[in-house]
Nanobody, 125 residues
Framework: VQLQASGGGMVQAGGSLRLSCAASGRTFNGRGMGWFRQAPGKEREYVAAINWSAGVPNVQSSVKGRFTISRDIAKNTVYLQMNDLKPDDTAIYYC???????????????????WGQGTLVTVSS
């Protein structure tokens, strides 16, 4: 399976963006998908994840209330709705998929098997 992220761009503080990540190659039957981000000069950071079959979301506390993760099984796509964006949200956003049947730690990047290419989000003040 391959992941294609899209939807990044430049937005002013307080604005919104919706990122998409489409899985291609075959129908996605993994355990879940997640979003990570990496700001310039910083380490990659977990943002959110979703259990694919049940649709149960998990959102990092620092963005909870502003970011929402969802998925469309028919489209093999996961979304990250980002509202009230702040300059600190500026980063490259990566989607990732996990096929682990057990012990998936959503915030652990090493637990993801496939990564998309990243999409840049720039928030100006």
């Amino acid at each position: 399976v391959q992941l294609q992220a899209s939807g990044g761009g430049m937005v002013q503080a307080g604005g919104s963006l919706r990122l998409s990540c489409a899985a291609s190659g075959r129908t996605f039957n993994g355990r879940g998908m997640g979003w990570f981000r990496q700001a310039p000069g910083k380490e990659r950071e977990y943002v959110a994840a979703i259990n694919w079959s049940a649709g149960v979301p998990n959102v990092q506390s620092s963005v909870k209330g502003r970011f929402t993760i969802s998925r469309d099984i028919a489209k093999n796509t996961v979304y990250l709705q980002m509202n009230d964006l702040k300059p600190d949200d500026t980063a490259i956003y990566y989607c990732a998929a996990t096929f682990r049947p057990l012990n998936w730690v959503v915030y652990n990047a090493a637990d993801y098997d496939v990564w998309g290419q990243g999409t840049l989000v720039t928030v100006s003040s």
